[in-house]
């Protein structure tokens, strides 16, 4: 059994800041890929950031100015920092963990709302 827990998302003021976090326990022995995505109102789900290994990657049109993202592999923990929030950046924050299996696991979700 593999839980994935995200946190850190809440009500800020565009231009705020925000850290989410993403921790991953259970039986999982090895990550492949960590990776963070959002899902906007009546919108799909769409990758923003996550680590395949070690390599970061952003999305395309990615908020990667803005975003930075890092992991503590000990902890089997994915963040994102987010700066300078924009209302467009309101969603629902997912993250996803796949194992060397190539098994995906999804956590619930963490609400980011960015309004003055």
């Known amino acids: 059994q593999v839980q994935v827990v995200e946190s850190g998302g809440g009500l800020a003021q565009p231009g705020g800041s925000l850290r989410l976090s993403c921790a991953a326990s259970g039986s999982i022995f090895s990550v492949n890929r960590m990776g963070w995505y959002r899902q906007a109102p009546g919108k799909q789900r769409d990758f923003v950031a996550g680590?395949?290994?070690?390599?970061?990657?952003f999305a395309e049109n990615s908020e990667k100015g803005r975003f930075t993202i890092s992991r503590d592999n000990a902890k089997n923990t994915l963040y994102l920092q987010m700066n300078s929030l924009k209302p467009e950046d309101t969603a629902v924050y997912y993250c996803?963990?796949?194992?060397?299996?190539?098994?995906?696991?999804w956590g619930q979700g963490t609400q980011v709302t960015v309004s003055s």
């Open positions: 680590f395949q290994r070690s390599t970061a990657r």
């Open positions: 996803s963990v796949t194992d060397a299996s190539y098994r995906e696991y």
